[in-house]
């Protein structure tokens, strides 16, 4: 996660600093700044610029911005860049004497609720979060979504579930996979009617009449292709293998290949279409690769790169499995296979 902080005080700045500090240790990429003339001597990094340019910069670029001052300077700031809950990062403000965080923006995709809490914590503040499911306790499928790291594929459904559970009406659920922990009471996996969650790899089999898909990104897609393969020759060997796969290409999580390809412009850029990086393997890494099935050999391939399969052994390996979920498939010099990363659903 990218984070953000700037403060507006020395009080503020030293609050930022303790957050940068916290942030970083977890493991998140946080840095501290600060708005004002004595800036660098409160050992931060000053933002020289108008606060909106910089503002736009941060939210442009960063997983979460912290306001450390008043709730209207964070308002104003933002107000130019806000586009939808779908886009928006994580923004709070908290006042420089740490009494009260204020989760203002993207609290459930955006994790600015969980972010919240967290920084009140590590401060000792009071979280101040206004969302009606979290202030209710209710269920939210949002908020769910994104600590599952789902892919939701309509907003608008979204907030009509949330409007049901708040009304006190059942939503309906189904799931392809295990549940590992309690259902929550607001959802029924007996009901069928009406509105209702679907979480499987499939975003285009409606289980209920109005169905919100919910698909879990845990597909691997190992990939092989010949020197200046086109990305569109790619796409359509991928879309064709999702589609008969009957899985959403939402569901992928991550592409890998041999170290052979890692420079191959047509399959760098379809991972930039996706969202995703490339991950690459070694041939002498791809050979310990075990599949329950076996692979299919082919000598010429392996008197090029070492192994006789790159795309089910690059599949196997970046999911650590050793079943394939969908063996190779070719065509226009591509080949590629799909194995999914064990998964089980935890509300």
């Not at 946080?30 to 004595?38: H, L, Q, S, V």
């Not at 009260?100 to 009140?120: F, K, M």
Request: aromatic letters at 8%; hydrophobic letters at 40%; glycine letters at 10%.
């Amino acid at each position: 996660m990218k984070l953000a902080v700037i403060g507006f005080s020395r009080g503020g700045c030293r609050y930022g600093e303790k957050i940068r500090e916290y942030m970083n240790q977890r493991g998140h990429k946080c840095t501290a700044w600060g708005k004002g003339k004595e800036a660098r001597d409160w050992g931060v990094q000053p933002v020289e610029e108008p606060l909106r340019s910089w503002t736009g910069e941060q939210f442009a670029s960063c997983d979460g911005l912290i306001f450390i001052g008043a709730a209207g300077i964070a308002v104003r700031a933002i107000a130019p860049f806000v586009k939808s809950k779908a886009e928006d990062p994580a923004v709070l403000c908290m006042d420089d004497q740490a009494n009260y965080v204020i989760s203002l923006l993207s609290g459930h995709l955006g994790g600015a609720n969980e972010l919240t809490r967290e920084v009140a914590s590590l401060c000792h503040a009071a979280p101040v979060i206004t969302t009606a499911t979290d202030v209710g306790k209710r269920f939210s499928v949002d908020d769910f979504a994104r600590r599952e790291n789902l892919y939701l594929d309509n907003l608008a459904l979204a907030k009509r579930i949330s409007a049901e559970i708040l009304e006190n009406r059942s939503v309906g659920l189904y799931s392809a996979f295990e549940c590992c922990s309690r259902i929550p009471a607001e959802l029924s996996p007996n009901k069928r009617d009406g509105i209702g969650i679907s979480i499987a790899l499939n975003d285009t089999c409606d289980i209920f009449p109005e169905t919100l898909h919910l698909v879990p990104r845990i597909a691997v897609l190992g990939i092989g292709c010949k020197k200046g393969t086109a990305k569109e020759d790619i796409w359509s060997l991928v879309g064709k293998l999702c589609e008969e796969s009957k899985i959403s290409l939402y569901s992928i999580a991550r592409v890998a290949t041999i170290d052979l390809k890692k420079e191959e412009p047509g399959l760098l850029a379809f991972c930039r279409d996706l969202g995703l990086p490339l991950l690459t393997y070694r041939s002498e890494e791809l050979a310990e690769v075990y599949s329950e099935e076996g692979f299919s050999e082919s000598e010429f391939v392996k008197s090029v790169t070492g192994v006789g399969n790159v795309c089910e052994r690059c599949a196997l390996k970046a999911a650590g499995g050793r079943k394939l979920f969908r063996r190779k498939q070719s065509g226009n010099g591509v080949t590629a296979a799909l194995a999914l990363m064990d998964y089980q659903v935890r509300f």
